[in-house]
């Protein structure tokens, strides 16, 4: 009888350990968390030497920048001498801003 009891105690023990060591005999074997997001590096702007920054213009920013330079207006005398409609529908902003851009940009 005692031997009887000595195995199942030395079972409940084992059982015991292995409940309180559960969530680390799980995480070894499988992760709970998803793998963080692998960030790639933004790849440099493509500008000439003599591109001038049309930040300084009121209303372009970074992304405004960006549309921009993509569509090949580079310059203040670029973006001052482009035609208002096309240049809006090529970089998706609306008229009304491209105007104000191309009046400030002949300031410059």
Do not use: C
């Not at 009888?1 to 074997?29: C, E, H, N, P, Y």
């Not at 440099?44 to 970074?62: F, Y």
């Amino acid at each position: 009888m005692k031997q009887i009891f000595r195995f199942f105690t030395f079972v409940g023990g084992i059982g015991a350990i292995a409940w309180l060591l559960r969530d680390r005999l799980v995480s070894v074997t499988t992760s709970r968390e998803p793998e963080p997001p692998q960030f790639v590096p933004e790849p440099p702007r493509k500008t000439s030497k003599a591109a001038d920054d049309l930040t300084e213009i009121n209303g372009i920013g970074p992304t405004y920048a960006d549309r921009l330079i993509a569509h090949g207006v580079t310059t203040f005398a670029e973006l001052a001498g482009s035609d208002v409609s096309s240049l809006s529908e090529a970089i998706s902003v609306p008229e009304s801003r491209v105007t104000t851009w191309i009046q400030e940009a002949g300031e410059h």
